[in-house]
């Protein structure tokens, strides 16, 4: 089935580094807030085009180049059975970690796509924000951590509603261990404190950064 074992090496070495260059770990976007990826790896950000995540990609086809020189038979389902690991590993190696090794804020996984941020005018003077998100607890031990928001915008038009959260910020959580949790945090902007005039609005898949001591992720 292997007629070269020194293209298979290669295809291991170039195949690892770019799933390391792509690990959504400790942070969740590593190479920044996706505008457009390609097999699960970002190549356009809200910031433009992201060389590390390029480089990933071409280090993935190269990798998938040698795989199939290495091989005699099979190719094209062994091709595709290493895109998926691609795709797949990291997010599962992820999980795996946070529940069995992961203490502190690094056992702390993240809902985003569960994620809402509403805002309402209340009086004409006050902009009420309230904010849901689902987080849990994977460790065995109490974790208490602070929670921020940061927004990278995709499009121009884009409202800078989130950040006006941090009115209130740092949030201070504490979750038991293996407790999943549904947090409500909120706040109130004066309008004469806004430099854009929000009179309602909705955000989903919210960025937020959590903190203890001197560690920091952003989910």
């Known amino acids: 089935m292997i007629i070269n074992k020194k293209y298979l090496y ?68 062994v091709t595709l059975i290493a895109i998926a690991v691609a795709i797949f590993a ?29 805002f309402e005018m209340v009086n004409g003077k006050t902009l009420h924000g309230l904010c849901e998100l689902t987080l849990q607890n994977n460790s065995e031990d109490q974790v208490g951590f602070s929670i921020d928001f940061y927004e990278e915008y995709l499009f121009e038009d884009n409202l800078p509603m989130v950040y006006l959260m941090n009115n209130s910020a740092p ?27 929000i009179q309602s609005g909705e955000s989903r898949f919210v960025n937020i950064i959590i903190r203890s001591g001197d560690k920091t992720r952003r989910l």
């Open 10 to 77: 290669l295809f291991f070495v170039l195949f690892i580094s770019s799933m390391v260059l792509n690990f959504p770990f400790p942070h969740g976007n590593p190479l920044g807030q996706t505008a457009s990826s390609i097999l699960n790896i970002p190549i356009k950000t809200s910031n433009g085009l992201h060389y590390v995540g390029i480089t990933a990609l071409l280090l993935l086809i190269v990798s998938l180049f040698f795989l199939v020189k290495a091989l005699k038979k099979y190719k094209a389902r």
């Open 90 to 118: 990291p997010l599962l190696l992820v999980d795996l970690f946070q529940k069995t090794f992961a203490t502190g804020i690094y056992a702390i996984s993240y809902e985003r796509e569960e994620s809402v941020c509403n």
């Open 171 to 197: 949030y201070v959580v504490s979750l038991n261990g293996k407790e999943k949790k549904r947090l409500k945090l909120e706040t109130t902007i004066a309008v004469s404190n806004m430099s854009i005039l």
